[in-house]
């Protein structure tokens, strides 16, 4: 057999508000926060739920700022638009997150355009399920269809939004609706849990010899064998970035610059 990536997410039509793949999943139109996925290992535990679980509507997937849980969402849609049967009819990610780390720049920057409230996602989901713009969340709870809502950064929520969606979700319907939460916070667990962690020291290097290959493929790895090899270096390595994937790109970044 011979993988050929672009037929692994083969799309038959788009608009501007979503897209249809090949095997009739139908996903609103977002932006992806990486450029190729490196697995960190919990992938499965999410669509081991969407698919198996018959007990909980909702899984909640917290973990540190950094440790890969909105990539792994968005990479897990990706994984379900490409199967050869459809799991879902149609998959919706909402974004709540209010601001991210440039980790080329070392800064945190706001975001503007994000969903901050109840309202907002009926409204989306409405749009996109029914082509109609309707603030009513009846014929989402009544769908017959199958719906996977993605919500991530759970915690930017108000308090009372947050108590109005967990009470929108608790209407749900199991045979007809999913639901996955982002959070970094431990105290919003709900549902179903998936915890994302900090990668080992074996893995933050595998991690990033893997960024290395993918973001500056002219880069030598065979020069670094030695440094990467060394437990010392390694210690450091695992020490500076936590064994968080998106501060062991800030890393290969700064290594590819300044040696």
């Not at 990706?78 to 997150?97: M, N, P, W």
Request: with cysteine; aromatic share 12%.
């Amino acid at each position: 057999t011979v993988d050929v990536e672009e037929f692994q997410s083969l799309v038959v039509s788009t608009d501007e508000e979503k897209i249809k793949h090949a095997n009739g999943t139908i996903v609103n139109a977002y932006t992806k926060n990486y450029k190729t996925y490196i697995n960190v290992g919990i992938d499965n535990k999410i669509i081991s739920f969407l698919k198996e679980n018959t007990s909980s509507v909702y899984a909640t997937l917290w973990g540190h700022g950094g440790v890969g849980k909105t990539a792994t969402v968005q990479h897990v849609i990706e994984t379900l638009c490409s199967d050869t049967y459809k799991t879902f009819d149609y998959i919706v990610f909402f974004s709540a997150k209010d601001r991210f780390y440039n980790y080329y720049k070392g800064e945190i920057e706001s975001i503007s355009e994000r969903i901050s409230s109840l309202s907002q996602i009926i409204c989306y989901l409405n749009k996109i399920v029914f082509g109609q713009e309707s603030y009513e969340k009846r014929n989402i709870l009544s769908y017959e269809g199958k719906i996977f809502i993605a919500i991530d950064d759970y915690e930017t929520f108000s308090e009372n939004e947050k108590k109005s969606i967990l009470d929108f979700i608790n209407e749900m319907n199991i045979n007809h609706h999913k639901v996955v939460i982002t959070t970094r916070s431990a105290f919003l667990i709900t549902g179903v849990e998936i915890q994302s962690s900090e990668l080992d020291k074996k893995c933050t290097i595998d991690f990033l010899k893997q960024i290395i290959k993918n973001e500056y493929p002219t880069f030598s790895l065979f020069s670094l064998e030695d440094n990467l090899n060394d437990p010392n270096i390694v210690n450091k390595i695992h020490l500076i970035t936590s064994g968080r994937p998106l501060f062991i790109l800030q890393f290969a970044s700064l290594m590819v610059q300044a040696g």
